[in-house]
């Protein structure tokens, strides 16, 4: 069946120029408000490379509104202006147009050398983030569910959910997981990468701005994966200093013996509330979160060792407390994953010691 053309000439219709001028127009206007986008105000910056990464995230933006604007701007343009009318006939078709070597030539070029520049932009600030000549602190960054472990040269113990870094010191961040997926992101690095178990991903950054910036998980990694962040503080030289030999002295302390004697089950049962009952409920050992229940520590038929083997005693309590234990069930953190001091210790042990002694009146 002959199908009747719309139009017979191919034209670009009688408000393409005006409306060309409008577009551009606005395109202009939009790239500007992107050049000129105070993001790093919205998000702090932390120092290189994020500067970069903010000229190329503009850079893309504004290649990006104008394919939107146009594209956009002359669909809506042809589809009024080439419009089906009344006069023309049920099954009206627009001119086909075939083989249009000079167009063909110029929609191939253009989006190559666009994605050429934005590959070479983008391969060079990864590659800086790869190799920095010149490092200064190396250190390393571990997902744990549901905690970031930070270890530093030198320091004999793992510091949890806060990550230190002097100012204007390039840093080697050498990121992993122990146990699931996690994503190690920092808006403010502008730096995203994923902690996977058995892989050690490096990246390189040097702080320039004092501050206390945002650290998040953004992968997903189980029941408490919201609740997974951490806080990235970019202090002075000085004060960094500070900061290592206060942290050696705290683990210099950690070392000295409990005194169980001293615990407080009142101060164990607010310190309960807000660090272990994410994992733990206190009724029986089968109550399960994420770990068992630890309400009848030392009667529940149940159960009549702990999970270590050992007959349950504050002792052998503590001892899990200190030291962590993985088991069948899953990984109870040690105390530096939990931020115990001694006092806080002997005020758990004492607290699960006083429900055991409830439960058998
Ligand atoms: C991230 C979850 C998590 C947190 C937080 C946590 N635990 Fe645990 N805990 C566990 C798991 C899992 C086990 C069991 C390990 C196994 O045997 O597989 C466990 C085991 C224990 C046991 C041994 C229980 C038994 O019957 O032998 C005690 C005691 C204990 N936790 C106390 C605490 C205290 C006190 C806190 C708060 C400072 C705490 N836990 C915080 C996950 C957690
Ligand atoms: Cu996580």
Redesign the pocket.
């Known amino acids: 069946m002959a199908q009747s053309r719309a139009h017979r000439k191919m034209s670009l219709g009688p408000g393409f120029w005006p409306v060309t001028i409008a577009l551009t127009i606005v395109n202009v206007a939009i790239s500007y408000v992107i050049a000129v986008f105070p993001f790093e105000q919205l998000v702090p910056i932390v120092g290189a490379p994020a500067d970069q990464i903010d000229t190329l995230f503009r850079f893309m933006s504004v290649i990006g509104n104008a394919i939107f604007v146009y594209v956009l701007g002359y669909l809506v343009y042809f589809a009024i202006v080439w419009r089906w009318r009344p006069s023309d006939g049920p099954d009206a078709i627009g001119v086909q147009v075939h083989d249009v070597p000079k167009l063909e030539f110029w929609w191939t070029v253009v989006p190559s050398i666009i994605v050429a520049i934005i590959a070479i932009f983008s391969v060079r600030i990864w590659a800086g983030m790869q190799n920095t000549p010149g490092d200064v602190l190396t250190m390393e960054a571990i997902g744990h569910?549901?905690k970031f472990e930070f270890r530093y040269p030198k320091m004999k113990n793992s510091v949890y959910d806060s990550m230190h870094v002097p100012v204007d010191t390039p840093v080697t961040l050498n990121v992993t997981s122990a146990d699931v997926l996690h994503s190690f992101w920092s808006p403010s690095l502008r730096i995203k990468a994923d902690m996977v178990p058995g892989l050690v991903q490096t990246l390189r950054f040097t702080p320039e701005h004092i501050g206390k910036y945002a650290i998040i998980c953004t992968e997903f990694c189980g029941t408490?994966h919201a609740n997974m962040a951490a806080a990235l503080y970019v202090d002075s030289q000085q004060a960094f200093g500070a900061w290592l030999s206060a942290q050696a002295r705290q683990q210099g302390q950690a070392s000295a013996p409990v005194a169980l004697g001293s615990g407080q089950a009142a101060a164990g049962q607010a310190?309960?509330g807000q660090?272990?009952s994410?994992?733990?409920s206190i009724g029986p050992?089968n109550q399960k979160i994420?770990?068992?229940g630890?309400g009848h520590?030392f009667n529940d038929p149940a159960?009549p060792a702990?999970?270590?083997g050992e007959k349950a005693s504050p002792a052998a309590?503590s001892h899990?407390?200190i030291s962590g234990?993985?088991?069948?069930?899953?990984?109870?953190?040690n105390r530096q994953a939990?931020a115990?001091s001694n006092q806080d210790i002997a005020n758990?042990v004492a607290y699960?010691t006083s429900l055991s002694q409830k439960k058998q009146r």
């Open positions: 569910q549901f408490q310190l309960f660090k272990c994410t994992c733990h050992f994420v770990g068992p630890l520590l159960h702990l999970v270590t309590i899990i407390l234990y993985q088991g069948p069930i899953g990984v109870m953190p939990n115990l758990l699960l």
